[in-house]
């Protein structure tokens, strides 16, 4: 598991700089002839090819954590409202849940995940831990060879899949492919080592999962209880009140930090993320 350590060293020292403060736009990588610098950055760079303009492929898929406007000032204030209890109880894994399909957990996952690399002191590893539908990779334009699936399987190290998408702090362990065996592979011992293994290293980095739906698998429920806390996302208007109920009972035994409401108001724009947080009820 050194090479999970040297990797990620590696992310943070070889990363494009951004604007520590997290006012600037964060500066993705913008063509396939992004320079090499380090193993890290072979290991990246190599492997993905990053096409077109990298930016707009971000605000496209709703990334927006970076930008000097309204959203990302949402951003901002979410990742205050995450970042203090988990600081506050030493917790550094966060699961981004949701109960069905398509209510945002992705990209919601993502924008937390920059909005906390912009925060001048925290890295933080976002893995893709959806086995069946991973989108992370894709909605930071990255093209990926090999991920979480392949490393579970005995395909490929950590070193070889771990991505930096061209934020300071910020580095991808993601999925790509379709697994059938998803709930074995996300319930198995090296799962678990795994997270152990990300958790314990650096205390000045949050470790994000992207969860498969609550309610559509046994996927995420097979690894849940190891993660410090977790994050619901409901779709506005996009849950029944069964379904939230259901996913709360999953939940249960979960340090539930709060729920955010996606789509709240879609006529802003398309994606205005109206978030209101740490109503446990
Ligand atoms: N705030 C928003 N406003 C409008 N559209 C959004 C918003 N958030 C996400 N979306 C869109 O909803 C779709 C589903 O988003 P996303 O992939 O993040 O959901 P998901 O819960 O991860 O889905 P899955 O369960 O399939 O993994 C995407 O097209 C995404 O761009
Ligand atoms: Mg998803």
């Avoid at 492997?47 to 970076?66: E, I, K, M, Q």
């Avoid at 990302?72 to 699961?95: S, V």
């Avoid at 976002?126 to 990255?142: E, I, M, T, W």
Wanted: charged residues 20%; glycine residues 8%; neutral net charge.
């Amino acid at each position: 598991m050194e090479l999970i350590e040297k990797a990620l060293a590696k992310a943070r020292a070889e990363a494009p700089k951004t604007n520590t403060e997290g006012a600037a736009p964060a500066v993705p990588p913008s063509s396939p002839q992004q320079p090499v610098h380090s193993d890290l950055a072979a290991i990246s760079y190599s492997r993905t090819a990053v096409s077109g303009d990298a930016a707009d492929v971000w605000v496209r898929n709703r990334l927006v954590a970076h930008l000097s406007d309204h959203n990302a000032d949402l951003f901002r204030i979410l990742r205050a409202k995450i970042l203090q209890p988990m600081r506050e109880n030493g917790w550094r894994t966060l699961a981004v849940v949701g109960a069905t399909a398509g209510v945002g957990k992705s990209t919601m996952a993502a924008n937390i995940a920059l909005s906390i690399a912009l925060d001048a002191n925290q890295t933080v590893l976002l893995v893709d831990a959806d086995l069946r539908k991973p989108r992370v990779a894709s909605y930071f334009g990255l093209q990926v060879q090999k991920g979480l699936g392949d490393y579970l399987s005995g395909q490929a190290t950590v070193e070889e899949v771990l991505v930096n998408p061209g934020v300071e702090r910020l580095v991808i362990l993601p999925s790509c492919g379709s697994y059938s065996n998803s709930t074995e592979l996300l319930g198995s011992r090296k799962m678990s080592e795994l997270v152990q293994e990300l958790r314990s290293r650096y205390e000045s980095r949050i470790v994000m999962f992207d969860l498969p739906p609550l309610l559509a698998s046994g996927d995420a429920l097979s690894f849940l209880p190891q993660f410090d806390c977790a994050l619901l996302v409901v779709e506005n208007g996009g849950n029944t009140a069964v379904e939230l109920q259901e996913a709360r009972r999953l939940l249960q035994k979960t340090n539930l930090l709060g729920w955010v409401l996606n789509k709240a108001d879609a006529g802003m724009g398309g994606y205005y993320y109206r978030h209101y947080y740490g109503d446990k009820r």
